[in-house]
């Protein structure tokens, strides 16, 4: 299974980005899909979660500003973030919680995508 992460860049605070996320490969059961980010020094940090029946929880810093979603297909993942701010800034990461098989579960990860936000 392969994630591939798009959409980060460079924005000034009040900006608006949206990332996309793309699951390819041997994909039996999508389960939950998320968007983590972390900084230098700091530990990864959940940002935002949905799951295959699109209940979806985020972290309390950016309620209200960032919203997460999912394709019909169930294999590609955005998340539309507005009102951006300097804390924002940090490497986003694309995580899956995929059945590659009836008998296998496990994480996959994208590689991380760059949002710098400008004060």
């Known amino acids: 299974v392969q994630l591939q992460a798009s959409g980060g860049g460079l924005v000034q605070a009040g900006g608006s980005l949206r990332l996309s996320c793309a699951a390819s490969?041997?994909?039996?059961?999508?389960?939950?899909m998320a968007w983590y980010r972390q900084t230098p020094g700091k530990q990864r940090e959940l940002v935002a979660r949905?799951?295959?029946?699109?209940?979806?929880d985020y972290v309390n810093s950016v309620k209200g500003r960032f919203t997460i979603s999912r394709g019909n297909a169930l294999k590609t993942m955005t998340l539309q973030m507005n009102n951006l701010k300097s804390e924002d800034t940090a490497v986003y990461y694309c995580?899956?919680?995929?059945?590659?098989?009836?008998?296998?579960?496990?994480?996959?990860w994208g590689q991380g995508t760059l949002v710098t936000v400008s004060s």
């Open positions: 995580n899956a919680d995929v059945s590659s098989d009836p008998w296998a579960r496990r994480d996959y």
């Open positions: 490969g041997s994909i039996f059961v999508m389960h939950s």
């Open positions: 949905i799951s295959s029946g699109g209940s979806t």
